[in-house]
């Protein structure tokens, strides 16, 4: 066997091991990082982090005779004002950022797996949206995943449309989320 195969065989035993075994389990101890910390310290003191007079936090509950107050979180969501300095969605680049007048995003909405289809996630995004026009927003704008389907039609029920996809790459795990937008 030449060296140059073994090298070959090699480097790709490294790359497997690597991209199949190592950066998943990294990624997964960030996203636990993320959510024990970050995640953490925002709802542990939801008033003073999300709720303003331009910003606002969702709680859905259900009865629960097991949880400690009788009742369970089933869902959420949260819409604060889009983050012009950052950017994410590269409105400003695109020259869109004119169109779109005051503009609110969607984020963490999220519904209790085992209760979806119930209409918990449409009534959620129904109170966004009527706060948004009270508070005078022109557009919303939020990204999914793109393969997250049950995501993307509650949203297209609520009025949003998918205006762009951009592609993020972490080693070799490559998501691809959607922007989405619901003009008021």
């Not at 497997?16 to 970050?38: C, D, H, M, N, W």
């Amino acid at each position: 066997m030449s060296a140059s195969v073994v090298s070959a065989g090699l480097i790709a035993l490294v790359l497997t091991i690597a991209y199949g075994i190592v950066l998943p389990r990294k990624f997964q101890a960030s996203g636990k990082y993320y959510t024990e910390t970050t995640v953490r310290k925002d709802f542990a003191d939801i008033k003073n982090t999300y709720m303003s007079d331009k910003k606002h936090f969702w709680l859905a509950t259900q009865k629960d005779s097991t949880a400690p107050k009788g009742e369970k979180i089933v869902g959420c969501v949260l819409v604060e004002p889009y983050n012009w300095k950052h950017d994410e969605y590269s409105f400003k680049k695109n020259g869109k950022d004119k169109e779109m007048g005051e503009v609110a995003e969607l984020r963490r909405m999220s519904v209790d797996k085992n209760i979806r289809g119930k209409g918990i996630g449409f009534k959620l995004g129904s109170e966004l949206k009527k706060f948004c026009k009270e508070k005078g927003y022109n557009t919303v704008v939020l990204s999914t995943l793109s393969n997250n389907y049950p995501a993307i039609t509650l949203y297209e029920k609520l009025g949003f449309r998918i205006v762009d996809y951009f592609t993020i790459f972490m080693g070799a795990i490559v998501f691809r989320p959607v922007i989405m937008v619901l003009k008021l």
